[in-house]
């Protein structure tokens, strides 16, 4: 199993993601409003009230989907989420992109092969993300309702951990 390549620019240890440099000296909220593919992301963490959390020293892993994963979700569904009254259902999904510490894809690879080829991580929310190769330098997250994502971009450096861009919102149970 190999790792899945991070996107690097030359000349930089900047990487770009939605057409804006990724600062690693930055925390993960502010690399993420730059960030013109994650502007639905940012407001589901300003809508949770977790912003002040995800710019809290960490380190965190986060598996960050971006426009294109939330538009898979119902515009309604999507819409409701929004809303003060499912703040707690927004947070339960949120927070189960995030897990404790610093996993960068060399390390998903390697709890991948130490465990019969699926690394399974414990998010903040509490329950399991089952992450394993899907070949062909793909990387495939499997969630709590059997549901699949793809890491897009993995390796994003940020001064409170690493992101990884994915291409489905998580759903925990």
Do not use: C
């Not at 971006?66 to 949120?94: C, H, S, V, Y």
């Not at 414990?122 to 394993?132: C, F, P």
């Not at 330098?137 to 450096?157: F, N």
């Amino acid at each position: 199993a190999t790792a899945p390549a991070a996107a690097t620019t030359p000349m930089s240890a900047e990487t770009m993601v939605g057409g804006a440099a990724m600062n690693p000296a930055d925390n993960i909220v502010t690399n993420a409003s730059k960030a013109s593919n994650l502007t639905t992301l940012v407001s589901a963490v300003q809508a949770a009230g977790l912003a002040q959390t995800l710019q809290g020293t960490g380190p965190f892993t986060v598996f960050a989907p971006d426009n294109a994963a939330f538009e898979k979700i119902p515009a309604a569904t999507r819409e409701g989420l929004m809303q003060p009254a499912q703040k707690a259902e927004l947070t339960k999904i949120l927070t189960y992109h995030v897990v404790p510490g610093r996993l960068t894809a060399a390390d998903l690879a390697a709890q991948a092969q130490a465990n019969g080829g699926t690394a399974t991580l414990t998010t903040v929310q509490g329950e399991k993300l089952m992450i394993k190769d899907a070949g062909g330098g793909r990387w495939q997250i499997t969630d709590a309702k059997g549901g699949t994502s793809t890491i897009t971009q993995a390796d994003v450096a940020q001064s409170n951990g690493v992101v990884h861009v994915i291409d489905t919102v998580l759903m925990p149970k």
